[in-house]
């Protein structure tokens, strides 16, 4: 029996069984919040009262404190999962080398057990309920099943021999689930629920039967090695620690050696750290009053539609106006305005919220990081192109540790002077504005002379498009003249000049007179 949309048998079982497991984390990830302040504990009563506002715990009626320590808890949580996931990135990429099934089992029992530990959570008083959770997300960050899926397609993709096909179908089953599972999340948002019993205990039987699916009957996919690949592969170290240097020696390697790669991570690094993106919900309802819902809403919405309205945008200004041009405007318009935006966050503007209109600036943009990608590949080179990313996400998520403690840390969510409302913004500033350092003195002329190569491979190849599709229409047009030539009408030769046929038969009978004759004449 044939699958649909091309589906086999071997997609069927790594793609459901791994996209199951990932989308938990996602689903996990939207809930940690409304979680995290679930947990809260204060001496304040719960207001019964119809009509009063939603504090977000059902042991605190205090709102503004639950979203200030609801946030703190988050943060450090956030912190300490990218902590496990600097660890894993170091070491699951060597560990899978051993087999992707039992990576695969190992990191679904930490999403497991980091499931069960949030809901224990919930039960436990609120000096133990917050430790837990942190933990929790910690384990959960150290599984690793986001890199293994991505690890595992290209496994599949090369059985297959069918790269293309492979990803498309991939992106239809998390598609699917995500349908699914996100709107379930985003209705628990809308209700406000104090009480997440029924919630974890989904969630954990889903990670559950999850396990059990990979357990029985997830392929291994890792292709059978050679004796001789068996030996290097003993040779390689083995343990975390070992795993971790070796990666870390090639690492330096590549930074001390490559022109670009070191530049462009340390301005890529100040940028993470400006990202406050941790605290932007929480200030929301803090100072407008937005409820969880609302603020999930206007922070994400117009992120994805502008995605899909704008990401062309930036292309076609490219071809139109040259791709340096645009690379510079484009680089200091978002520098500028994220410096500007960050101390007008409190400000309301004809009754709108300025994070709102300063996320709706930013919409135009989103298609730069797709140029960006595009010049940098040339850059780094496709043989260093993998090690790079590789570095690149790790710097995201040393960022990540620092940013998701440090803002959350600093934001206050009953504060009531403009100088302590824009703390956390202004440090975040304070790091953008540091990043167009590095650009404007090392990394920023490779990227612009960059962009005029592109622009001059572009130039030449619309030339060399003009030229063919002029030599082809001269082509077509002798083509055509010959044509109504052969098919023009053959003109009539001109007849030989011939004497009339009377006279010369006269001149040939006519015979001689005789003597008699001429007397008589």
């Known amino acids: 029996m044939a699958l649909p949309l091309g589906f086999t048998p071997l997609e069927v079982r790594t ?6 497991c990932w989308v938990s984390i996602v689903v996990v990830n939207l809930l940690e919040q409304p979680y995290a302040r679930s947990l809260i504990h204060c001496e304040t009563p719960v207001s019964t009262e119809e009509g009063s506002a939603f504090s977000g715990s059902k042991y605190c009626g205090n709102r503004l404190y639950v979203i200030d320590m609801g946030t703190h808890v988050s943060g450090k949580g956030q912190s300490l999962e990218n902590v496990g996931r600097i660890l894993i990135t170091l070491f699951v990429s060597g560990f899978a080398d051993y087999g992707r099934k039992r990576a695969a089992l190992l990191g679904q029992f930490l999403i497991t057990l980091s499931t069960a530990l949030f809901a224990v959570a919930m039960f436990l008083p609120q000096g133990l309920a917050i430790p837990t959770y942190i933990l929790a997300q910690g384990l959960q960050g150290m599984s690793g099943i986001g ?14 021999n069918d790269g293309v096909g492979v990803y498309s179908r991939k992106g239809i089953v998390s598609a699917f689930l995500m349908v699914i599972l996100v709107p379930i999340i985003v209705y628990v948002q ?17 990670n559950t039967f999850a396990m059990v699916l990979v357990f029985f009957f997830f392929p291994e996919t890792l292709h059978k090695k050679s004796e001789k690949e068996k030996e290097d592969l003993k040779k390689k170290p083995t343990s975390i620690a070992g795993v971790a240097l070796d990666e870390m020696k090639t690492f330096r390697t590549i930074v001390k050696t490559h022109p670009y790669v070191g530049y462009r991570l340390a301005e890529d690094f100040l940028v993470k ?23 999930l809403v206007f922070q994400f919405i117009p992120q994805l539609v502008g995605g899909v309205l704008l990401g062309g945008l930036v292309a076609s200004l490219c071809r139109a106006h040259g791709t340096r041009k645009v690379w510079q405007n484009c680089f200091f318009f978002h520098r500028s305005t994220s410096i500007m935006n960050a101390f007008l966050m409190p400000v309301t503007i004809f009754g709108i ?8 600036m930013h919409l135009p943009l989103s298609g730069f990081p797709a140029l960006l990608q595009a010049v940098e590949i040339r850059l780094v080179g496709q043989e260093t192109n993998a090690k790079y990313q590789a570095m690149a996400q790790l710097m995201g998520f040393i960022s990540g540790a620092i940013t998701s403690w440090l803002y959350s840390a600093i934001f206050f969510g009953e504060a009531t002077s403009y100088a302590r409302i824009v703390a956390p913004y202004a440090v975040s500033a304070m790091f953008m504005a540091t990043s167009i350092l590095p650009f404007w003195l090392t990394t920023g002329p490779m990227q612009l002379a960059e962009c005029d190569k592109l622009d001059q491979e572009a130039l030449a190849e619309m030339k060399k498009k003009e030229e063919e599709e002029k030599a082809q229409a001269e082509k077509k047009a002798e083509t055509a003249e010959g044509t109504n030539e052969a098919s023009s009408p053959l003109k009539p030769e001109a007849e030989p000049e011939t004497e009339p046929l009377l006279e010369k038969s006269e001149e040939v009978n006519v015979a001689p007179k005789t003597e008699e004759e001429k007397k008589e004449d």
């Open 273 to 295: 750290l400006a990202d406050c993106s941790a605290i932007g919900m929480p200030f929301m309802m803090a100072q407008f009053q937005f409820s969880q819902f609302h603020a």
């Open 190 to 206: 809308y209700a406000e629920i104090t009480d997440f019993t029924w919630v974890w205990t989904g969630i954990v039987s889903l």
């Open 15 to 20: 793609y459901l069984i791994l996209t199951l």
């Open 353 to 360: 919220p300025y994070p709102l209109l300063g996320g709706l």
């Open 147 to 160: 890199i293994l899926d991505q690890i595992v397609t290209g496994d599949v993709a090369l059985i297959l």
